[in-house]
Structures are given as C-alpha cells and as structure tokens.
C-alpha cells in the first residue's frame, strides 16, 4: 500500500525510524556484546602465545650466553 497523503508519508516514515531503532537496539545488545566477548576471549589466547615466545627467546638467549662463557 502506498500513501497518499502526507500525513500518511510520515506515518509511514515513522513507522520505519520505529524499525530502524529496533535493528539498531538488537544490534547493540546482542551482536556488540558477543564481538566484544571473543575480542576479550582472543586477547587471552594472545598475551599466552606472546609469554610462550618471550619464554622460548629467553631460553635461547640462556644458552647462549652459556656457551659463550
């Protein structure tokens, strides 16, 4: 149905800012909140790898100054 007035173009037109919210408000509750999640969940796993390497260079670096003296 299309309209014909203008007072029926802005009930339309609200109607859509109306749903426009709504994806809006859904967005930010349900999706932001799970990115935000596995963002936290990611940087976890990234702080192990990066310990894991400076542990693996330190020990590297031990052995060689081992050898050296």
């Known amino acids: 149905m299309t309209p014909k007035t203008t007072r029926e173009h802005i009930i339309s037109l609200q109607g859509h800012v109306t749903g426009l919210k709504r ?3 859904n967005i930010k509750t349900n999706h932001l909140k799970h990115m ?3 963002i936290d969940k990611l940087g976890g796993k990234v702080d192990r790898i990066y310990w894991v390497l400076l542990a693996a260079v330190g020990t590297v670096v031990l052995q060689l100054m081992e050898r050296l003296f």
């Open 23 to 25: 994806d809006i408000s």
């Open 36 to 38: 935000h999640e596995d």
